[in-house]
């Protein structure tokens, strides 16, 4: 089983839209959550830390559901300028920072 | 600040020649990182170095790659027969420290390779 996995989509949708991506891992012990953005053809760049408690970043918002397993982004009005493959990141400290990447989830936005 | 800078942004060479690539780090991370990513796919870890030790290189396959980061800062990535196989982005990423559960990884803008 992977350590990290996502619904690679494409997800298509309209400007203004709300849509929400999830992802799940199975290493228990993980304590650090994220969700990356990448461009084509470019780096992942920080988009979210995911706390605990859930944090929301003007139009995104990111849950983590410990008992469950799984991380939530949601993304509000979509503009074009979010279309990109959105990474789920989880961290296992305990053992060093050992980073876990899913393979992504495309999104574009449709004019 | 300056990011994490990567050489060369491509590269394209014939299988069997040796390839390298060089990172810098953000000024201060301890923590390194070498992934690779191949299309469709997310970075997966080759190797971490924590200061100029590899704590995490179980994903190296270390009949043909090598790395190195002699005094703790930059590093280089090399491998040593290229196969068509390793045509991938090479990203370099570091962050603050290897051990605190808030750390953040930042990218290099990757090593694009061809192999032909």
């Known amino acids: 089983r992977k350590e990290v996995e996502q619904d690679p989509g494409p997800f298509n949708v309209p400007e203004g839209a709300t849509v929400a991506f999830n992802c799940t891992y199975s290493n228990s012990a993980s304590q650090s959550f994220f969700w990356y953005r990448q461009d084509c053809r470019k780096e992942p760049k920080l988009l979210m830390s995911?706390?605990?408690s859930g944090n929301e970043d003007g139009r995104f918002t990111a849950q983590l559901n410990r008992a469950s397993q799984y991380i939530s982004l949601l993304i509000r009005d979509s503009k074009l300028s979010d279309s990109a493959t959105y990474l789920c990141v989880v961290n296992h400290v305990d053992t060093g920072n050992q980073f876990y990447f899913g393979t992504g989830t495309s999104l574009t936005v449709i004019p | 600040e300056a990011g994490v800078v990567q050489s060369p942004r491509y590269k394209i060479i014939e299988k069997k020649q040796p390839v390298a690539f060089w990172c810098n780090p953000i000024s201060g991370h301890n923590t390194l990182y070498w992934y690779r990513q191949n299309l469709g796919q997310g970075p997966e870890l080759l190797i971490r170095y924590e200061n100029e030790e590899a704590v995490d290189d179980s994903q190296l396959p270390k009949d043909r790659f090598s790395a190195e980061r002699l005094k703790g800062v930059d590093s280089t990535l090399k491998i040593q027969p290229a196969e068509l196989g390793d045509s991938a982005v090479y990203l370099c990423?570091?962050?603050?420290?290897?051990?605190?559960?808030?750390?953040?990884?930042?990218f290099g803008p990757g090593t694009r390779l061809t192999v032909l």
């Open positions: 990423a570091s962050s603050l420290s290897g051990t605190s559960p808030t750390d953040t990884q930042y």
């Open positions: 995911v706390y605990s």
